[in-house]
């Protein structure tokens, strides 16, 4: 049976620069709203310059929570501006997606430059491998067509499978990508990422620490 997934956070990576085109901030204040209407908390790379700051403003500015987490190592470079909402500091970039992982429900890629690729290609690993069930791609203007053709060709040439292809649920506008997250991404069907799920989660209890289901069966 199929796990219906409990989005209470989510997290999103994308530009700490705005983009050369106002669609870019647009669609990000949009996304925004669309987790504000929907009382989903912010998860993201800190800062408050650019599409990073104008996500997490959003949300926050919508009362709902936003936590910003950044390697230790960037903190006296003040690279993206001072975290909008809490902040947490981990040891690396490495940890810094651990933690995202850690905390969210959902992922979702806006337009941004290589942290922002690098980022949203190892999520999508993660979900290949069965660590987590959590993915989706903003496609902005069409930002990401060029990226998703080199994945098209990577079926083709037998690197990538027809179903691994399948990952990546991608919309054009927030409010798309919102309702395919909730109707193809709230549904886990990746069975080895179910077993991790619920092998962390037994491990957590069983070790006394205070630890939400996260995700809920079906309701008949």
Not at 40 to 66: E, R
Not at 157 to 166: K, L, P, T, V, W
Request: hydrophobic share 35%; net charge positive; charged share 25%.
């Amino acid at each position: 049976m199929k796990k219906r997934w409990i989005f209470k956070r989510i997290c999103v990576f994308c530009g700490s620069k705005p983009g050369s085109k106002s669609i870019f901030s647009d669609a990000t204040m949009e996304l925004g709203k669309q987790l504000v209407e929907r009382n989903i908390d912010l998860v993201y790379g800190a800062g408050s310059k650019g599409l990073m700051g104008l996500i997490s403003k959003t949300v926050f500015d919508g009362g709902c929570h936003v936590l910003g987490v950044i390697p230790k190592a960037l903190m006296p470079y003040k690279i993206s501006g001072t975290t909008i909402g809490d902040n947490k500091i981990v040891s690396s970039m490495h940890e810094r997606k651990k933690e995202m992982e850690k905390q969210a429900d959902a992922f979702i890629a806006l337009p941004g430059g290589y942290g922002t690729m690098e980022e949203g290609l190892e999520i999508l690993t993660w979900y290949q491998l069965g660590i987590h069930g959590k993915r989706g791609v903003l496609n902005v203007d069409g930002y990401f067509n060029s990226l998703i053709e080199l994945f098209n060709r990577g079926v083709e040439e037998g690197f990538i499978g027809d179903a691994e292809r399948q990952i990546i649920v991608s919309a054009e506008t927030p409010a798309e990508l919102m309702k395919k997250t909730e109707a193809i991404g709230a549904y886990n069907d990746n069975p080895a990422c179910l077993k991790t799920i619920e092998k962390n989660y037994s491990r957590k209890k069983g070790a006394g620490v205070e630890a939400e289901r996260p995700f809920q069966d079906p309701q008949s």
